[in-house]
């Protein structure tokens, strides 16, 4: 079964520190991963998809395989980066289930100025 | 675009009583799905559709129906509700061939 694991509920950072919010995930096939995050009070938006390794407001993850992870880093945290942060993984059957995602439990990210 | 609507932003119901969630999404998005999200457990899914007329459980579907008779609305109903459903639920749609869900902006239930 699959199954996404956010090991720190909460983490907090100074403004210019480096930031690591850390995912591991246990999946059968060949994973589709991705980060959402939601500021407060604004909706649940897609921050990031492993797929396209981009980077998005500073923040990169790379996909793992052998370690089972997809790790999202930034380099120097700002303010503006404390939000409500989730792994999630796509369920199995590629395209036919882009309707099915599995969250972590989330982690709450402080940056303090 | 409207983009996903949800209503109501917040409701608060007795125990077994029953209620309808509202979704409604004007992207003409194929999937729409369910979530709820309580403290310390994240998101979890409730049920999905891959399209009108199609309908699938998801994770924790007891106590929940939906319906998708249109591509625009995915409505979500609480049968009898009890107070272990209070949780925000979230509504999302996603285009066919695409993998990013655009969220609704959730409805808070409390369930006494």
């Known amino acids: 079964a699959q199954r996404v694991t956010q090991p720190e509920k909460l983490l907090s950072v100074f403004k210019g520190a480096p930031v690591e919010l850390k995912c591991n995930y246990s999946?059968?096939?060949?994973?589709?991963l991705f980060w959402y995050v939601q500021y407060s009070r604004q909706r649940l938006q897609l921050l990031l998809r492993h797929i396209s390794r981009e980077s998005i407001k500073g923040f990169t993850a790379d996909l793992n395989k052998g370690e089972t992870s997809f790790h999202l880093k930034k380099p120097f945290a700002q303010e503006e980066d404390s939000a409500m942060y989730y792994c999630?993984?796509?369920?199995?059957?590629?395209?036919?289930?882009?309707?099915?995602?599995?969250f972590g439990r989330g982690t709450q990210l402080t940056v303090w100025p | 675009n409207a983009g996903v609507t949800q209503t109501p932003k917040f409701q608060v119901l007795k125990t077994g009583q029953s209620m309808t969630l509202q979704c409604a999404q004007d992207m003409n998005h194929e999937y729409m799905s369910w979530y709820r999200q309580d403290p310390g457990m994240g998101l979890r899914l409730i049920h999905y559709?891959?399209?009108?007329?199609?309908?699938d459980q998801g994770e924790v579907p007891n106590g929940y129906n939906v319906s998708r008779s249109t591509t625009e609305d995915f409505p979500l109903r609480l049968l009898s509700a009890a107070p272990s459903q209070t949780s925000v639920y979230f509504c999302?749609?996603?285009?066919?061939?695409?993998?990013?869900?655009?969220f609704g902006p959730g409805t808070r239930l409390t369930v006494l």
């Open positions: 999302a749609s996603t285009p066919h061939g695409a993998d990013t869900q655009y």
């Open positions: 559709s891959v399209g009108a007329g199609i309908t």
């Open positions: 999946y059968s096939g060949s994973p589709e």
């Open positions: 999630a993984l796509s369920g199995p059957g590629g395209g036919s289930t882009l309707g099915r995602l599995y």
